[in-house]
């Protein structure tokens, strides 16, 4: 391993876990309105969110490139601020969160589904609000589930390919990850090369998910 491949690991590490958290809050929202409230185009809703399991990568990718081009109207606001989009760092992240997105969700409403309403309608009958019942006994009998989501999100994040090569390109030092590298290095034909980022991506999704996993089957307190 070269200081560019460990540079790389490292970036992609920091991108998957900031991906992840930009993600955790609306995607606990969203998974929590799924799982608890029936409102009108809600089947709308979760499935706009799952489209991203199913559409191919790239079409994601497009779809964020025609959304943050420089020539969109998001792309144009942006830019009057003198925020950079495409093709830079903020590209890979947002390319990331919206690949994972649809795992952190599904998990988290099934994790929601799984409270017992019992519960939250005892706090209710107490007199505790609807974001105090959410905060002190949904969220906390949801959170094995929402860390095992988070766990899945970080784990897709690392391995993002498809979406990436499109709104952010494979630019050295700039928006290059794990991914990417591997499969530059493959056409140029350094397998030798690509060999140890494969490896180091296998490890550190391997020991990512096995930590979700324990944290996961722990029993909860009596």
Known sequence: MTGEAWQIVFFTIKISALSTLLILPPGIAIAWLIARRDWPGKAVVETLVMLPLFVP???TGLI???LFGRNSPIGSVLNSFGIEIVFTWRAVIIACAVMSFPLLVRTAQTAFQEVNTRFEDIA??????EWRVFATISLPLALRGIVAGAVLAFARA???????TVVAGMIPHKTMTISLSIYQHVQLGQDAAALPLLLVSIAVVFVTVLCGQIISMRKRPR
Not at 124 to 129: P, V
């Open 64 to 66: 964020l490139l025609l």
């Open 158 to 164: 690392m391995g993002e390919f498809g979406a990436t």
């Open 124 to 129: 209710r009958t107490l007199g505790a609000s």
């Open 57 to 59: 990568p790239v079409a």
